[in-house]
C-alpha cells in the first residue's frame, strides 16, 4: 500500500485489492508498512532511507508477491533496497529477495497473472499518463493500454509526449515549484488537447499534480488512477472533484 | 566562466520570463527527440553499441595512465607536443605562452567546451589576442557575449529574428537591403565574414571529442567544416582537451561515433569528422608548422575509482539535456555554469564545488529519460543522488527539508503510531475539503498551492479501513 493512496484515495488501494482478487490471488495488506522510504532516498536522507527500508523489508518476509498500485513505489523496492545495501551481504541477499518478489499492479496483472481482459461500466474517453519510475524502471507501457484496449466503453486517446514527466517528482514540486509548474502546464496542454474527458495514470503522486493543475486551470478533464476504471470502482469522486460529481462518466 | 550556479532558483525565474526563449526552446523538444529515435530505430544494433561504446570508455579509463602516456608517446614521435594541465589556469597560461611565442594576433577557435570550461577567450583577450569563433553557433553568442546554453548547439537559446539583429549590428559592411530571413541567408552571411578570419589567423584552437592513443590522432566531429579551416590554415595548431577523451585505437573511435551523431543530431555521421595526427609532414600539402595538445585534468582523475566515476564517459552528444524535461523549462543559461542539463547537474558539482552548484543534482525529478537516452549508459539519476547524500550529510540541504523529514520519519518508522496521526490528520483534512473536493489554499504547502489545487483526501485511511474490514471479516462500504 503506497502511502499517498492510504492517506489521499484509499479507494485505489480497494481497487487494487479487488482486480488481485478476481484475478485468483490471495491478498493481505501488513499494517506494519507505511511508507517504502522514497521521500528520504531522493533527498539524499540515507539513514532514514535505509531504517525504512529495513522496516518493509521486515514486513513483507515471507509473501509470494509484493504489489504495488504505483511504478515508483515498486521500483524503490526492486530496483534501489539492493543498491541501498550494497555493503551488507545479509541484507543485500534479503532486499534482492524482496526486489524479485516486488510488482507494479497492472503489469503484475498481465505479466504475472496473465489477465488479458476486465470488465468496467465506465463509458467515455480517456488519456493515459506514463509515470517516469513506472515506465523507465518497470517497463510499464502496454500493459495498461492492453487493458483499457479490453473495455468496449472506453476510447482511448493517446496525448503527445506521453512518456514526459509531468514535473511531480516528490519533493521536487515544492523545492521547484516554478520549474514543476512550467512542466505540469505543459503537460495538462497535451491532456487537454486529447479532448479526453478522463485522464488515467498509474502512479497517485502524478495524477495529484496533473489533477490539481486542471483544477486550477478550470478544466473539465477529470483524473483517476488507472485502477479505479480497471476494477470499475467508479463511485468516488474523480481526483480533486467534489462529491456531486460523484459517478460522472459512467454513462 | 563565473558561476552563477548558486542563484540558480534566480536563474530559472528570469528564464521562465523571457518570451525568445521560450520560444527557441521549443525547438529542443522537438527536432532533436525525434530524429535521435528515428536513426536509433533505424540502426538494429544500437542498443548493443552502446554495451560496446561503454566497455570501450571503462576499459580505457581503468587503464587510464597507460593510454594517456601512449598517446602523448605517438604525438610526440609525429612532431607534436603535449602539454598536461592540472587546472584550468595551468591551461590557459600555456595556451598564452604557445600564441606569444608564435606572435600571434589573431586566434581562430573550433567548437570547445573544455575552452568554455577554462573560459579560454576571456583570458586570450586580456593577453591582447583577437579570438574569433568559427562554429556558427558560438560565432553568435560570441557577438552577444553570451555563454553558450547547449553543449552541442550552443546559440539554442537565440530565435532567428535575434541573428538577424545581431548581425546587423555588429556586421559593418552588411547592406541593409540585404534578405537575411532564411537560415540559409544568415549562414552565407557568417561565412562571408568568418572566411576572411580563417586566412588572418595565426592560430587555430580546436577541441578533441577522442584521442586516439594508437596513432596519435586527435578527432574532431563538426557540421560546417570549420574546424577543418582553424586547424589547417593558421602555423600553429592548438587543441584543447581534457583526459578522458582518450580511446586506446582507430576502431574504438569508430564505434563511439557510431552513437555519438546519432544520439546528439540523428545523423548517422556527423558532416565532418577530422583527424589530425601532429603538424604538417614534409610530403603534406596543408597543415600547421606546429602541434600542440594542452591535456587538462581540472579535477577529473579525483572522479576515477569514485562515485561520479561513470560521468567520465560522457562524449559531450547532448541527448541527456535534449531530452530533459527540466532543459525545456528553463533551457542552460538557468544551470549557471559551462555544462547544463542532466549531465552538468552531475559534473558542475564536481568541477566547481558542491558548495556553489548544490541546486543543480536537485533539480531534477528523477524521470529518469536522461539515462533512458544516454549512449554510454550513464546512469545520471543515481549519480545525482549520491550528490544529494553528500550535501544532506554535510548539512547543505535546507533545514526545512531536514526537519520534515526527520519528523515525517519519526512516525513512518512507528507503524501504529503513524495510522493513528495520519488517521487523525485525514480525517480533519476530509471534513474541511470534502465539499470542494480540493483546498485552493493550505499551510505549510504554498509551493504547491501556488500554482494546483490540492486534492482533498478521501477521508478514512486505507489502513484504517483495512484493520475494520479485517475486524469485521466484511467490505468496508
Known sequence: MTCLVDLMRPSVGFAAVELLERAGCDVEVPLSQTCCGQPA?????????????????????????VVAPSGSCAATIKHHYPQMFADDPDLTAKAEDLAARTFELVSFLTDVCGVTAVSSDYRGSVTYHDSCSGLREMGVQNQPRQLLASLDGVDLVEMEESDVCCGFGGTFCVKYPQISN?????????IESTGAELLLAGDLGCLMNMAGKLKRNGSAVQARHVAEVLANRLDDPAIAQPPSSAGQGEG | ?????????????????????????????????????????????????????????????????????????KVTEQGGQVHWAATAEEARDKIVDICRAADAKVVTKGK??????????????????????????????????????????????????????????YHADLPPERHLDEPWELVNEARQVLRQRYFQADVGITGAN??????????????????????????????????????????????????????????????????STGPKRAEDLDGPEAYHVILLDNGRSGMLGGDFADMLRCIRCGACINHCPVYHAVGGHAYGWVYPGPMGSVLTPNLIGVEEAGHLPN?????????????????????????????????????????????????ARRPRLYGWATGMAMSLMAAVGRKNGFFERLPLAGGWTDHRAFPTPQGRTFRAQWAARQRQGEEPS
Not at chain 1, 182 to 189: I, L, R
Not at chain 2, 256 to 265: C, F, G, M, P
Open chain 1, 41 to 65: 532516498y531522493n533527498s539524499g536522507d540515507r539513514a532514514h532511507a535505509e531504517a525504512i527500508a529495513r522496516q518493509v523489508i521486515e514486513a513483507f518476509a515471507g509473501f509470494d508477491y
Open chain 1, 182 to 190: 512550467k512542466m505540469v502546464s505543459e503537460k495538462a496542454k497535451r
Open chain 2, 1 to 73: 566562466m563565473e558561476s552563477t550556479a548558486h542563484a540558480f532558483k534566480d536563474n530559472v525565474t528570469t528564464a521562465l520570463h523571457d518570451a525568445n526563449l521560450q520560444q527557441a526552446l521549443g525547438k529542443v523538444r522537438q527536432g532533436f527527440i525525434v530524429k535521435r529515435r528515428e536513426a536509433a530505430d533505424r540502426l538494429p544494433e544500437f542498443e548493443a553499441l552502446r554495451d560496446q561504446a561503454r566497455d570501450i570508455k571503462n576499459h580505457t579509463l581503468a587503464h587510464l595512465d597507460f593510454y594517456l602516456e601512449a598517446y602523448e608517446k
Open chain 2, 112 to 169: 570547445s567546451m573544455i575552452a568554455e570550461e577554462i573560459a579560454l577567450n576571456a583570458h586570450l583577450e586580456e593577453a591582447g589576442l583577437d579570438v574569433v569563433e568559427t562554429d556558427l553557433g558560438e560565432y553568435i553568442i560570441q557577438l552577444r557575449h553570451e555563454p553558450p546554453s547547449h553543449i552541442i548547439a550552443p546559440a539554442v537559446h537565440v530565435t532567428k529574428k535575434q541573428v538577424e539583429a545581431d548581425f546587423r549590428q
Open chain 2, 210 to 275: 577522442f584521442l586516439v592513443a594508437e596513432t596519435g590522432s586527435s578527432i574532431i566531429v563538426t557540421n560546417e567544416g570549420n574546424g577543418d579551416l582553424t586547424q589547417i590554415l593558421p602555423k600553429v595548431h592548438i587543441v584543447i582537451t581534457s583526459i578522458e577523451k582518450v580511446v586506446p585505437n582507430l576502431d574504438d573511435a569508430m564505434a563511439i561515433l557510431r552513437v555519438l551523431a546519432r544520439s546528439a543530431t540523428g545523423q548517422e555521421f556527423s558532416t565532418y569528422t577530422t583527424l
Open chain 2, 363 to 411: 533539480a531534477s525529478t528523477f524521470c529518469g529519460r536522461c539515462e533512458s537516452v544516454c549512449p554510454m549508459r550513464i546512469p545520471l539519476p543515481k549519480m545525482m543522488r549520491h550528490w544529494r547524500e553528500r550535501e544532506f550529510e554535510r548539512h547543505l540541504s535546507p533545514k526545512a527539508v531536514r526537519w520534515g523529514l526527520s519528523l515525517w520519519a519519526f512516525f
